[in-house]
């Protein structure tokens, strides 16, 4: 099993960025997929989730209207679209495969926020 986070760097405050996951060695379509975030000296914290078939996203209130999870079960990848990038959106961004009975991470990708 792989979870491969890329997209991340440096990028000025306003900015955006497109972090991909790319899944292999499980059936990716049965999965639900989430990003969560670490801030430095902070806990991981969930920040958007999209169902295995893709109908349902859910997101926290500190990402509403800025960030956009979606996937594409042909390649196996989900994405995460950050726009309007504010310096608290610096962490180290991973993601996460979940079901009932199993649950993968990826060694995350950093982003940072800084003019």
């Known amino acids: 099993v792989q979870l491969v986070e890329s997209g991340g760097g440096l990028v000025q405050p306003g900015g955006s960025l497109r972090l991909s996951c790319a899944a292999s060695?499980?059936?990716?379509?049965?999965?639900?997929m989430n990003w969560y975030r670490q801030a430095p000296g902070q806990a991981r914290e969930f920040i958007a989730g999209?169902?295995?078939?893709?109908?349902?996203?859910y997101s926290t209130d500190s990402i509403k209207g800025r960030f956009l999870i979606s996937r594409d079960t042909a390649k196996n990848t989900v994405f995460l679209q950050m726009n309007s990038l504010k310096p608290d959106d610096t962490a180290v961004y991973y993601c996460?495969?979940?079901?009932?009975?199993?649950?993968?991470w990826g060694q995350g990708t950093r982003v940072t926020v800084s003019s």
């Open positions: 996460n495969a979940r079901t009932r009975t199993n649950d993968y």
């Open positions: 999209i169902t295995s078939a893709g109908g349902s996203t």
């Open positions: 060695g499980f059936t990716f379509s049965r999965f639900a």
